[in-house]
């Protein structure tokens, strides 16, 4: 699968949003979108721009929602395929495929402070389901389903910091959370009004009915 391997901080600023990509360094005075919230490039923000087009609104709007959630082109196109497959509303059932991952859910019950730490989390094993290992960010999580910390890799200081630092999101409305035990549950699947991004999806769904 193809890595991105530059600075996260451009994709942000590509986006002329906060990604949420670098967990606490994001909200200091260090994030790059305060600093510099002008488009990455060498020209700079005095660099004239063309007005986007539709395709180009759209576009960017499906690479905002790939890189917040960290997934690549053809797992995103999969995605949409299952959602188009699926009851209900496309757009909304996408976003509600994308943030039952399981990388998405330990980072929205406070155990990583960003999703890519979040992701690496779970690929070394730490966090269970239903008393199982799993090591596969993109497993779906559903309802009823038990996510854990290993007892063992509890006092990791990188999900202490970030259970510290926890208030600042709030726990979403269809998780549970236990601190102590670090324990979560699906209580039951998100639905668009729990998905707290500017995103929208409409666009996406129009990019790919071309």
Known sequence: MARYTDSVCKLCRRESMKLFLKGERCVSEKCAMERRSYPPGQHGPGMRRRKASDYSIQLREKQKVKRIYGVGEAQFRNYF?????????TGEVLLTMLETRLDNVVYRLGFASSRPQARQIVRHRHVMVNGRA????????KAGDLIEVKE???SMEAIQDAMKRFGRRGEPSWLTLD????TGQVVQAPTRSDVDLEINEQLIVELYSR
């Open 179 to 182: 601190k102590a035990k670090m």
């Open 81 to 89: 395929a299952k959602a188009t497959r699926s009851k209900g509303t």
């Open 152 to 154: 063992r890799s509890r």
């Open 134 to 141: 799993v090591d596969i960010p993109s497993y779906q999580v």
